[in-house]
């Protein structure tokens, strides 16, 4: 190729670099200049369309979760241009619930593949006086009774306690790292609540009885149960997109979560994967001995909660847990003690469980 017009009667990129000192240089640069554009501009739209809030909120777009507006991967609170729920009202820039009373600041803490962190998160007790005072039953015409399933939904559908929920289940979403670790750290979080009954004594036909938290309640008293437990991070993974149910074994009157999996990682084949939320331990271990009740024996009523996201075949606590249930059904040794305490730092995991 020469400083000439080619065959073509066009410029070749050689020729372009050779005629710089030409007038027509400075067409080849216009002509190239608007081709890089092109393929800038259609990566850049491309790129943008795949990028993501952790809800799944598409950049510069508010979320479904009002007011919160996604801003270069995180939510971030705009009610001025995504506006706010029915229930809240904007107040300063800020959707306000008429729950929000009397504030009271709580850090939930969790563990993440060894690393101990804590999320710092604000609860209410106008929320707690609101929800303490529903009533404690469920009423059916003719002789239709409500099942465990129905008072699990009527816990976790309360509209005024996802309100003040869901700025939680968005500071997780926010971190920046995979969806499973976000899951992760929900169980986690959960998990490390410390385990304890309510003070509160609950009347139901002239009879008594301990009185069974909502999961806000769980959060604002800093303890629960393993039902109440439970239901606090269902609802969380329920939010996060994940498919959701209950384990109930009834002879050790014991509550845990099933998240969904591979059938091959599952709880009797269920597919979803065993998760205690009484205290911290590894996702699929159902061999935890329990000090009130021993280990769960009898099969469980599943009650499913939502259809959603499973957990993919990167799951490393399978192998995990059963490297654990291998290490305590033969005795853990010195020859293998240093595989268990790795386990336990990586967990965080506790000496005991409690049931029920």
């Given at each position: 190729?020469?400083?000439?017009?080619?065959?073509?009667?066009g410029?070749?990129?050689?020729?372009?670099?050779?005629?710089?000192?030409?007038?027509?240089?400075?067409n080849?640069?216009?002509?190239?200049?608007?081709?890089?554009?092109?393929i800038?501009?259609?990566?850049?739209?491309?790129?943008?369309?795949?990028?993501?809030?952790?809800?799944?909120?598409?950049?510069?777009e508010?979320?479904?979760?009002?007011?919160?507006?996604?801003?270069?991967?995180i939510?971030?609170?705009?009610?001025?241009?995504?506006?706010?729920?029915?229930?809240?009202?904007?107040?300063?820039?800020?959707c306000?619930?008429?729950?929000?009373t009397?504030p009271?600041?709580?850090t939930?803490k969790?563990?993440?593949?060894?690393?101990?962190?804590?999320?710092d998160?604000?609860?209410?007790n106008?929320?707690?006086?609101?929800l303490?005072?529903?009533?404690?039953?469920?009423?059916?015409?003719?002789?239709?009774?409500?099942s465990r399933?129905?008072?699990k939904?009527?816990?976790?559908?309360?509209?005024?306690?996802?309100?003040?929920?869901?700025?939680?289940v968005?500071?997780?979403?926010?971190?920046?790292?995979?969806?499973?670790?976000?899951?992760?750290?929900?169980?986690?979080?959960?998990?490390?609540?410390?385990?304890?009954?309510?003070?509160?004594?609950?009347?139901?036909a002239g009879?008594?009885?301990?009185?069974?938290?909502?999961?806000?309640e769980?959060?604002?008293d800093?303890?629960g149960?393993?039902?109440?437990?439970?239901?606090?991070?269902?609802?969380?993974?329920?939010?996060?997109?994940?498919g959701?149910?209950?384990?109930?074994?009834q002879?050790?009157?014991?509550e845990?979560?099933g998240?969904?999996?591979?059938k091959?990682?599952?709880?009797d084949?269920?597919?979803?994967?065993?998760?205690e939320?009484?205290?911290?331990?590894?996702?699929?271990d159902?061999?935890?001995?329990?000090?009130?009740?021993?280990?769960?024996?009898s099969?469980p009523?599943?009650?499913?909660?939502?259809?959603?996201?499973?957990?993919?075949?990167?799951?490393y606590?399978y192998?995990?847990?059963?490297?654990?249930i291998k290490?305590k059904?033969n005795?853990v040794?010195?020859?293998?003690?240093?595989?268990?305490?790795?386990l336990?730092?990586?967990?965080?995991?506790?000496e005991?469980?409690?049931g029920?």
């Open positions: 190729m020469n400083l000439k017009e080619d065959k073509e009667g410029f070749g990129i050689e020729n372009c670099i050779h005629l710089k000192y030409e007038k027509n240089f400075f080849c640069l216009i002509i190239f200049g608007g081709v890089l554009l092109i800038v501009a259609g990566y850049y739209i491309i790129f943008n369309e795949s990028l993501k809030c952790g809800d799944g909120t598409s950049y510069n508010c979320s479904s979760r009002k007011p919160y507006f996604c801003e270069e991967g939510l971030v609170e705009n009610a001025s241009v995504c506006g706010c729920s029915n229930l809240t009202e904007i107040r300063n820039g800020s306000i619930s008429k729950y929000q009397n009271k600041n709580i939930l969790y563990t993440l593949r060894g690393q101990k962190e804590e999320i998160f604000v609860v209410y106008g929320l707690v006086d609101y303490s005072g529903l009533p404690n039953n469920i009423f059916y015409s003719g002789d239709n009774k409500p399933g129905d008072f939904l009527r816990n976790l559908n309360d509209e005024w306690q996802r309100e003040l929920l869901l700025p939680l968005t500071e997780i979403q926010n971190l920046e790292m995979s969806d499973t670790d976000k899951m992760r750290i929900a169980v986690s979080l959960v998990q490390n609540i410390p385990y304890g009954e309510s003070e509160k004594i609950g009347d139901l009879k008594t009885f301990t009185y069974s938290r909502y999961p806000y769980v959060l604002y800093e303890k149960i393993c039902g109440e437990k439970s239901e606090l991070l269902a609802f969380l993974l329920r939010e996060m997109g994940y959701v149910a209950f384990f109930y074994h002879e050790e009157n014991h845990s979560i998240i969904k999996c591979p091959i990682f599952s709880l084949n269920t597919s979803y994967c065993f998760v939320t009484t205290g911290p331990s590894i996702i699929t159902n061999k935890i001995l329990y000090v009130d009740s021993g280990k769960l024996e099969e009523e599943v009650i499913f909660i939502s259809e959603g996201d499973s957990l993919g075949w990167n799951l606590e192998d995990d847990a059963k490297e654990l290490l059904n005795g040794s010195m020859f293998s003690s240093r595989n268990f305490d790795e336990k730092e990586k967990y965080g995991l506790v005991v469980y409690r029920g």
